[in-house]
């Protein structure tokens, strides 16, 4: 009895304070915001912001999932006004650890074995403590240091009551057009109960790090830590210890010798062959979720590796791998998404507004009667002096100049053009919470200079499907020049798109028309590489073009049977 009575307790909380929500939406932002009634209402940006500071707390105290659903909610960037948005993403899930006891029966029952069979040491005192989870650290008996993720007991039926809960909010919700709006709140309750159904099976997480580690194995700066089956269950994750510098604490790794530019390109580059290349994406590579390995230097008289902990001494320029961790929240990138993110890649490496804005047509992510010259001007501005805004970070407003972009463009922000595919927030969460951290680690860090390789080797890969796919369309033309029974239809059809350019040389050529403040951001050496290839490129268009006028001439003095009938 005593375990509902706390239970709706807790419902009871959470159900007040969105009806508090609900009736404050209506009233300050449905009824006062009349033409007459609107001198009365408050200005909406602080007035969210409390409610959403309000939210955070009463999660904290919580715990579980309103936790989870206001980190959640801080990806719904496409849902939610930034004043919120940013609140909730700093929603911290930090509560007091389980009673050890209760820990230690949810690793035998998993495990099926003693604690004491399993571990020579186990600390009594976690790592980390999370609503769902929590880490301790022990040895395993051939003696390697672990990292001992559990779940926190009863915390599987308490979700489950919690979803329930949450089903009939957006049932009441869903009554309410003003506040739901044109959002599929079903859509919405779905995805989150996926998540967070999936941060609760620690199978899965093992395997997305072993994903994680396969993709990267040819990557010497990045490091994923092991997993060790034999100890791991449903309930409990055994992994490599790999409590290294922290990413985010500058005198760390300055005492390392440790660059943290190199460290904020690395990460950038991390990212982005997650988004281009992997297609598998962590969904929360936050500061506690990434450290810095440093390595020995190739001059320093050293034997053997550091370990987790020990003290590094300083050597200038100290080489280092990226250690990721946590992959509890990760997201596939679906098929159908690769080409605009392609598109996007090559516009900011060539710093391309107008294949920017092409690219966010081809996704799908621009709200439907969008001003498109507006979009480009502000692209356009973006792309030469914010280059944080890219990848969803706000513009510092300490900085007068990025005053004067968010007031010239205050209008087209307020009305948030964008909408991002649902299965495309984790990837947008990712860009932004690292794109934090390596502003941090280099506030001049230039994102086009990165993007540039990719772009790059987008760029290659898109020649090479375009000139076979334009070599092909040579070869058929050619088969119907020389067939038996030429069919001018056809070779007329085939000849159009014969001579057409391939789509990908349209941004190069038309980089010449660009205002010169939109200088390429590819290095001097990749310009000249694309410089060769486009002279080497309108070379062979015009052998080829003059192969084709040539064998139309052949076919015609030759009289193909049917042919010259036809075109008469």
């Known amino acids: 009895m005593l375990k509902v009575e706390v239970d709706w307790q807790r419902y009871r909380k959470q159900g007040w304070f969105f009806a508090g929500a609900i009736l404050h939406f209506l009233w300050w932002d449905r009824f006062l915001n009349r033409p007459i009634l609107r001198r009365f209402r408050r200005a909406p940006g602080p007035r969210w912001r409390r409610m959403a500071r309000a939210y955070c707390t009463m999660a904290v105290e919580m715990g579980g999932l309103p936790i989870k659903l206001g980190q959640f909610l801080s990806l719904r960037v496409d849902l939610l006004p930034p004043d919120v948005t940013q609140i909730l993403a700093m929603l911290q899930d930090d509560v007091p650890a389980a ?52 779940l926190r007991p009863g915390t599987a ?60 194995a040819d990557d010497a700066q990045v490091y994923i ?35 943290q530019k190199a460290v904020a390109e690395q990460l950038a580059r991390l990212v982005l062959k997650q988004i281009l290349v992997t297609h598998f994406v962590h969904g929360d590579p936050h500061p506690g979720n990434l450290f810095i390995k440093p390595l020995p230097h190739p001059d320093e008289n050293r034997g053997h590796e550091f370990a987790p902990g020990e003290v590094v001494p300083y050597w200038a320029n100290r080489p280092f791998q990226i250690v990721l961790i946590d992959f509890g929240m990760t997201a596939v990138i679906p098929e159908e998404a690769w080409r605009w993110l392609q598109e996007f890649v090559i516009g ?42 890219l990848v969803g970070l706000m513009p510092d407003t300490s900085k007068p100049r990025n005053l004067d972009l968010l007031a010239q463009y205050r209008d087209l922000l307020d009305e948030y053009p964008f909408q991002f595919p649902t299965n495309l927030l984790f990837m947008y969460r ?90 390429t951001g590819f290095a001097a050496e990749d310009r000249k590489l694309i410089e060769r290839l486009t002279k080497s490129v309108e070379r062979l268009t015009w052998v080829v073009a003059t192969i084709g006028v040539l064998l139309v001439s052949l076919v015609w003095q030759t009289g193909i049977p049917g042919l010259r009938n036809r075109q008469k």
């Open 430 to 519: 990712a860009l932004s919470t690292a794109g934090s951290i390596i502003r941090q680690l280099d506030p001049d860090f230039d994102l086009t200079r990165t993007a540039a390789p990719f772009a790059n080797q987008l760029l290659w890969q898109t020649w090479q499907k375009e000139w076979l796919a334009w070599l092909q369309s040579l070869t058929t033309l050619g088969s119907l020049l020389l067939a038996p029974s030429p069919q001018p239809d056809r070779i007329l059809s085939q000849a159009r798109t014969f001579f057409k350019p391939p789509v990908s040389f349209q941004a190069l050529f038309s980089q010449t028309e660009r205002e010169p403040k939109l200088r």
């Open 225 to 259: 830590p092991k997993v060790y089956w034999a100890y791991s269950g449903a309930h409990v994750l055994t992994l490599e210890y790999v409590a290294y510098l922290k990413i985010d604490e500058a005198d760390q790794l300055a005492a390392a010798g440790i660059d």
């Open 157 to 216: 039926s308490q979700i489950e009551m919690d979803l329930v809960v949450t089903t009939l909010l957006v049932r009441v919700l869903k009554r309410f057009p003003a506040v739901s709006g044109g959002i599929d709140l079903d859509l919405v309750l779905a995805e989150f109960s996926a998540v967070t159904r999936r941060e609760l099976d620690f199978v899965t997480e093992g395997r997305s790090t072993e994903r994680f580690a396969n993709d990267f």
């Open 348 to 389: 900011v490496g060539l710093r391309d507004p107008r294949l920017v804005v092409q690219s966010y047509m081809t996704g799908g992510i621009l709200r439907p009667g969008v001003d498109i010259g507006q979009i480009e001007a502000l692209t356009t501005d973006i792309l030469v002096h914010f280059q944080d805004a």
């Open 99 to 150: 009673p050890l006891a209760a820990i230690m029966a949810t690793i035998e029952q998993d495990l099926h074995a003693s604690v004491a069979s399993c571990f020579v040491w186990f600390s009594p005192q976690p790592l980390a403590s999370a609503s769902l989870a929590q880490v301790h650290q022990a040895q395993l008996p051939s003696g390697e240091q672990v990292a001992v993720k559990v």
